[in-house]
């Protein structure tokens, strides 16, 4: 049976490697599936045209597409006055349904274009709980309803999303918390001298999730270690940052630009906020700072509390983060646990993705599966 899938995403292909890169890559490569995965409206630079116009280009394997529109002076997602243009241009891109087409959301507010595209196969990943996030569109929450009445397949990525969507009516959802390539973060540790300070550092988007007090006063308790922030800074105001002499902002690395970067590091930290954006979260950095070899000081987000238990450190202030810092410096030298080595292979994307296509691809052989559970 041939069988395609199309992806409706509001990260773009080329922004931090994450969960739809991650599994959309692999199910791209199963079966040598074509497959399609469209991205928000975008003005190109030097876009002189009046129109609307969908542009795609094969890359890794995908093709990525994109609804190319005059500049808005603000935010247009899947909707508005562009929706016509995904409902009618799309389905003409793609061509006729083949016989098995699955349609996989990761916004709810792509739902219509997905019920366009015909899709034998409706698939809604829920990675995040947008509606929480910072200048969040207010059609988010209607649309996620929706989006979740509608899907054929509902998968969650973490125990609270999960929570959350079998609380809103779908007890079938399946549990897929996010996963880690292993072997990509698999390196040696960079070579230091006697001289060098330790390094604490996170790595992923610097956001509203983000408790930049938290931050700056770990830099205030550490002052002969560097904190260094590597990924870029989205929806906060750059100067709102706290500028201390140890402090370093690195902006986005390439992915695989990651495991050098972790290297560098004595301890990584995730110093969230307890807030409405990340009471659902569940960081995908988790597993690859473990899977980089390093120690792991975390607040207390409710996945991480849930998923590591033992195996990151969870501390409440600065002071606590400080004085875990210090008691973990040099564990990033010893070998990993058994435990923590059965955790990172079940976490494989690759097994993770294998787990999913199952799932959501020749559903007719699949009547009888029941939901599934699959913990990091």
């Given amino acids: 049976m041939r069988s395609e899938l199309i ?37 190109p630079p030097g876009y002189d045209r009046s129109d609307n116009r969908l542009n795609y280009e094969h890359l890794d ?14 935010y247009v997602g899947y909707f508005d006055e562009v929706l016509p243009d995904y409902v009618e241009q799309l389905p003409e891109l793609v061509g006729e349904p083949t016989e098995d087409r699955v349609v996989w959301l990761y916004t709810p507010l792509a739902l219509e274009v997905a019920l366009a595209l015909k899709p034998t196969t409706l698939v ?18 209607v649309r996620q309803r ?73 830099a205030a308790e550490l002052p002969d270690w560097e904190i260094r922030m ?10 709102d940052l706290p500028q201390r002499d140890n402090i370093t902002y690195l902006g986005m690395q390439a992915y695989e630009q990651l495991p050098d970067r972790m290297a560098e590091l004595d301890v990584a930290i995730m110093p969230f906020a307890l807030n409405e ?15 980089a070899g390093l120690p792991v000081v975390s607040t207390r987000v409710p996945d991480v509390v849930a998923d590591f238990p033992g195996v990151v450190d969870l501390r409440d202030d600065a002071a606590g983060f400080a004085e875990a810092c210090r008691m973990l410096r040099g564990r990033a030298e010893e070998a990993p646990s058994a435990k923590l080595g059965k955790m990172l292979q079940k976490a494989e994307w690759s097994s993770i993705a294998c787990r999913m296509e199952a799932l959501a691809f020749n559903r007719q052989s699949l009547k009888d599966t029941a939901p599934q559970e699959a913990t990091a």
Avoid: C
Avoid at 128 to 136: C, E, R, V
């Fill in 124 to 141: 809604y990943d829920v990675m995040d709980d947008l509606a929480a996030f910072k200048g969040a569109a207010p059609e988010l929450v």
């Fill in 230 to 239: 590597i990924g870029p800074v989205i929806k906060i105001d750059p100067a």
């Fill in 7 to 43: 992806v409706l995403s509001h990260l773009r292909w080329d922004w931090v490697w994450q969960r739809p890169q991650q599994l959309v890559s692999r199910l791209a490569t199963a079966h040598d599936r074509r497959t399609w995965f469209v991205e928000e409206p975008v003005t």
């Fill in 146 to 218: 929706q989006a979740l009445r509608e899907a054929d397949v509902v998968f969650a990525g973490g125990r609270s999303l999960h929570r959350s969507v079998v609380r809103q009516g779908r007890q079938d959802a399946h549990l897929f918390p996010s996963g880690v390539s292993v072997d990509h973060y698999r390196r040696d540790r960079a070579p230091r001298s006697a001289g060098d300070r330790p390094v604490a550092g996170y790595v992923g988007v610097l956001d509203e999730r983000l408790d930049i007090e938290l931050l700056d006063a770990l």
């Fill in 61 to 74: 394997g995908v093709n990525r597409v994109r609804l190319e529109i005059p500049e808005q002076h603000r």
């Fill in 277 to 291: 954006a990340t009471k659902s979260i569940s960081p995908t950095k988790t597993l690859e700072y473990l899977a």
